[in-house]
Nanobody, 124 residues
Framework: QVQLVESGGGGGKAGGSRRLYCAASGRTFSSYAMGWFGQAPGKEREFVVAIRWNGGRTYYADSVKDRFTISRDNPKNTVSLQMNSLKPEDTAVYYC?????????????????WGQGTQVTVSS
């Protein structure tokens, strides 16, 4: 069983930065792709970024390219999301997700494991 726990959420001003963390349990963490999704109030959960099991390939939503960076540390079973140049529209609950899917993991249905989410609020 895989368990994911996010941390690092909070509030801040537009233009600021924040780093989110996801800690994963399970010995097979290094075998699966990891992703982050955001869900704004009243909206569906949307893809933000994903990284393959070995970090060899990453996927970014157009809205966060050049601002957000995903990375992973397999020996420590963690994945991080560095968020720079934050905008009010980045306000959302951010969910960490994991999958053994071998394709391009950019949809919610590609992911089998989910954390509880961490709130990020950006004010103008």
């Amino acid at each position: 069983q895989v368990q994911l726990v996010e941390s690092g959420g909070g509030g801040g001003k537009a233009g600021g930065s924040r780093r989110l963390y996801c800690a994963a349990s399970g010995r097979t963490f290094s075998s699966y792709a990891m992703g982050w999704f955001g869900q704004a109030p009243g909206k569906e959960r949307e893809f933000v970024v994903a990284i393959r099991w070995n970090g060899g390939r990453t996927y970014y939503a157009d809205s966060v390219k050049d601002r957000f960076t995903i990375s992973r540390d397999n020996p420590k079973n963690t994945v991080s999301l560095q968020m720079n140049s934050l905008k009010p529209e980045d306000t959302a609950v951010y969910y960490c997700a994991g999958t053994y899917f071998s394709g391009s993991p950019i949809h919610t249905y590609d992911f089998a494991y989910w954390g509880q989410g961490t709130q990020v609020t950006v004010s103008s």
